[in-house]
Structures are given as structure tokens and as C-alpha cells.
């Protein structure tokens, strides 16, 4: 972001702000797209009107929503990953044998079973 333009890095700031928009209203239920329409317009030209005197202040903006988002989608694609496979009952890491969970044997998989795929 250091190199971008001050254009670029206020449409940046802007998609953060409306991303964490859409999420506050929407744990209030207070989300409707007007109110995103009128904010995401206004901040968008505010954040163009003075981007060349807050272009340091953008960029730090930038860089902290995108760490922040990042790593709470990261904690929940993991999150819901384990509670899928847990559910499932799938081993991953295939440790032991068990009967309530999901294991492929190869060595039990007969000759006229395999079939080739084209």
C-alpha cells in the first residue's frame, strides 16, 4: 500500500469501512442497503476529497483492517473446517483405526474394484 496512490489507498479505506459497516448493522439489524449506499457514498468522497492530506493516515488504515480481516477469516475457515470434520467423524490424521470414524484401507481395496478413469 506504501506505493499505491492516494486514489487507490481511499477506495481501499472505503470497501474496509463498508465491509465493517455491513457487519455492525447487520448484528444490530439495522442493515439496509440505503444506509450502505448513503455511507459507503460519503465516505467515499471524503476519503477522495482529502486523500492527498491523509494518505499516511489511509495506508495505516489499510494495512490494519486488512490484518485484522485476514485473520478472523482465518480463524474461522479453520474453525469450520474442525467442527465439519469433527461432525463427519473424519481423521485427518489417520492415527488409529477406529470403527466410528472415516478411514480408507488400501490393502483390503480388491483388484476388480479398481476401476481406471478417464
Do not use: C
Not at 500500500?1 to 457487519?23: D, E
Not at 480463524?75 to 488409529?96: A, C, H, N, P, T
Amino acid at each position: 500500500m506504501q506505493l499505491s496512490s492516494p486514489r487507490f489507498k481511499s477506495l481501499a479505506v472505503t470497501a474496509g469501512l463498508t465491509f465493517w459497516f455491513v457487519i455492525i448493522t447487520t448484528i444490530f439489524t439495522i442493515f439496509s442497503f440505503e444506509y450502505l449506499l448513503i455511507f459507503s457514498s460519503i465516505v467515499f468522497v471524503i476519503t477522495q476529497i482529502f486523500s492527498l492530506k491523509i494518505s499516511k493516515a489511509l495506508d495505516i488504515f489499510a494495512i490494519f483492517n486488512t490484518k485484522i480481516f485476514l485473520s478472523i477469516l482465518f480463524i474461522f475457515v479453520i474453525s469450520i473446517y474442525g467442527i465439519l470434520f469433527k461432525l463427519l467423524r473424519i481423521d485427518l490424521l489417520r492415527l488409529k483405526i477406529k470403527k466410528d470414524s472415516h478411514w480408507l484401507d488400501i490393502e483390503d481395496t480388491k483388484i476388480e474394484r479398481i476401476r481406471k478413469q478417464y
